[in-house]
């Protein structure tokens, strides 16, 4: 490898080491403990660590190359921006300038689809003088089949879909990508999932979730109709536990298992003042529900189930697999947010989802998920964690501070989402014309931490190990291989889920591909990475001057080396290479034309720039 070109790249091993996470997870511990050690324990999962985003951002910043600034201060573009910008304003904080096109072009096709823009994009998208061109690039890649395809995989890993579905997971994954397609209202999709019945999750695609979330019971049936295979109404629990966390941001995990008194003093006020009973409650929402195992010719039926509401009520004085013994108590249902109970004669799951989503607090969880992708910090933060006693600024609790960093945005643009009919692609619209989301990363001023929560300037964050590959697999030209029921995809976002071994497949989880497990964080950086960035066939294979590759077609159809480098950059970087780093990739081509050009997309593969988005 060429020493200047590796040179090029010496600050990427010494950039990603700083950022590796202590990622030691508590351990689950029973109501006995004492109140401090409690505390201790559960505080890092509703605690989140504010100047991160920022420090990392005016970190990878410097290493970023100086592009070309607008000059004018912006200007508000919509409500985001009269909220942003009227806070900094009022506060005395300069905002970053906006971003040039390029820059902007790769972060919104990157934010909205996984990928990366091509050259011609690139080119085209700079050369326009179109005042509209950036709403007009936003609609296109809203419309478009990758925008698809990245939000069809978010939403797998939002719903931690795996082979517990069984044949399910695929027919799931149809049915989100179908749902995205045709912009599906999401509070009809919330509403579809929870109240989901079927004699088989492999035949209607909502009750796969439900499939998913099920917990083990015996290991075999004593005959064909027996419930005892899963646990009922630990299964009740942790549906409950999901549909809170996703649709509302609230995690109830701590009360499905004791009290919140004498446990939640130091981590949420909201749910100090709940309890197990009411949870219990809520639970009992799920209580007719029956979960039941296919079982054929002596053993079961991968993820297969038969769900129903044909159970008599929720057990409160049930035996638990996973949680501290229930001690009865109502089994009535009764929403915890409101207390409100079902209406005479409609299902309950059917009450628990129209109750869900006609609560103000599910608009502002699903805003608020989204802005935490699209801008790399929740304007509550941890996006899945809110303390409903610290949203009011004219009622914060003594001793705590507001957990929002904005919240008249927050609850402006769920009221905007409300009104578009939840649409997800006009949510995502709006963020994306904002001048907020349009700031440069770099800042030209001196940086304060406290500036992260103002949103003064683009936040960065590391790709995901889907976008990752599929940058890869578009800047090299060499895409990759996967199955798809019984069609060949090339890209890994457009798979249900991770697929590949060997190399493929540890290259993957290095760099944080998603057990489904948890619900899906911004990845941090480990020393591994850009080792294995530097020595990876998934990258050292695609540079190579072969198999119609990008080095190759960029040799065979252009004489002139400067095209070659040029269009290299373009298609890698998405930016043209600057003075400096013409001349050493040209020089390195001279030497040897082959090598040289494998040489510099190795290189530049493996810039900072290239696997953040920034």
């Known amino acids: 490898m060429s020493k ?67 000059v004018a201060a912006p200007k508000p573009a919509n409500l985001i921006d009269r909220h942003i910008f009227g806070k900094m304003a009022r506060d005395g904080v300069e905002p ?57 995989y978010f939403f797998m890993d939002l719903f931690r879909a795996n082979g517990k579905m069984g044949r399910g997971m695929n027919l799931f994954h149809y049915w989100m990508r179908e749902n995205l397609a045709v912009d599906r209202p999401y509070d009809e999709v919330a509403r579809d999932i929870i109240a989901s019945a079927a004699k088989s999750n492999h035949v209607v695609a909502a009750s796969s979730l439900i ?17 005892g295979m899963v646990q009922q109404t630990d299964t ?11 649709f509302l941001g609230i995690n109830l995990s701590c009360i499905s298992c004791h009290d919140g ?41 991968s993820g297969e189930f038969l769900i129903d509401d044909g159970a008599s009520g929720y057990d409160t004085k049930g035996a638990s697999m996973i949680r501290v013994g229930r001690f009865g108590g109502s089994n009535s249902p009764a929403f915890l947010l409101t207390g409100d109970t079902p209406r005479p004669g409609v299902e309950p799951r059917m009450e628990l989802g129209r109750m869900i989503t006609a609560n103000p607090q599910f608009a502002r969880a699903t805003a608020n998920m989204f802005w935490w992708r699209m801008m790399g910090q929740g304007i509550v933060e941890p996006y899945d964690e809110f303390d409903l006693a610290r949203q009011d600024p004219n009622n914060v609790p003594a001793g705590w501070e507001l957990q929002p960093s904005h919240p008249g945005l927050l609850n402006d643009l769920a009221a905007d989402f409300r009104k578009s009919n939840y649409s997800v692609k006009h949510l995502l619209r709006t963020i994306c014309r904002s001048n907020a989301y349009q700031l440069s990363a770099r800042y030209e001023g001196e940086w304060k931490d406290k ?13 995901t190990a889907e976008e990752l590959h599929d940058a890869i697999t578009l800047a090299t030209g060499r895409p990759g291989s996967f199955k798809l029921g019984d069609r060949q995809v090339q890209m890994s976002m457009q798979l249900s889920g991770p697929s590949g071994g060997g190399d493929l497949k540890y290259f993957m989880q290095t760099f944080g591909q998603s057990n489904r497990n948890n619900p899906p964080r911004f990845q941090t950086g480990s020393p591994l990475q850009p080792l294995l960035l530097m020595q990876s066939p998934v990258v050292g294979d695609r540079v190579l001057a072969a198999k119609d590759s990008t080095v190759q077609r960029l040799l065979d159809s252009y004489k002139d080396d400067a095209k070659v480098v040029d269009e290299m950059f ?30 510099l997309q190795w290189a530049l593969i493996n810039l900072t720039e290239f696997f953040f988005n920034y």
């Open 236 to 246: 009740h629990d942790e549906l409950t536990v999901l549909y809170a966390k996703t």
């Open 451 to 463: 500036y992260t929560r103002y949103f003064a300037r683009k936040l960065v964050r590391m790709l």
């Open 570 to 599: 373009l298609g890698t970087l998405s930016r043209p290479p600057s003075k400096s780093e013409r001349e050493v990739a040209l020089s390195a081509l001279a030497r040897n034309r082959v090598e040289g050009a494998q040489n």
């Open 96 to 152: 970053a300038a906006l971003s040039p096109d390029a820059e902007f072009l790769r972060r919104v096709t990157l934010d909205l689809t996984g990928r990366i823009p091509s050259s011609a994009e690139v080119t085209d998208f700079v050369a326009s003088t179109d005042a509209a061109k950036r709403d007009k690039a936003i609609d296109k890649l809203l419309e478009s089949d990758a925008f698809v395809d990245k939000w069809a």
């Open 4 to 70: 200047c070109l590796c040179a090029a790249v010496t600050g990427l091993v010494l950039c990603l080491a700083g950022f590796a996470a202590d990622n030691k997870t508590a351990q689950a511990k029973e109501e006995s403990l004492p109140p401090e050690r409690f505390a201790e324990i559960h505080s890092p999962l509703l605690r989140s660590n504010k100047a991160a985003a920022g420090e990392l951002t005016d970190r990878v910043a410097r290493s970023l190359p100086a592009g070309a600034q607008t």
């Open 211 to 227: 499939a998913r979330e099920h917990v083990q019971g015996k290991p075999q049936p004593d005959d064909g109709k027996d419930l």
């Open 261 to 301: 008194q004498k446990h939640l003093e130091k981590v949420n006020v909201y749910l100090t003042g709940k309890t197990r009973k009411q949870f219990f409650r809520m639970a009992s929402f799920l209580g007719n529900s029956r979960y039941l195992m296919y079982w054929e010719d002596g053993k079961p039926q």
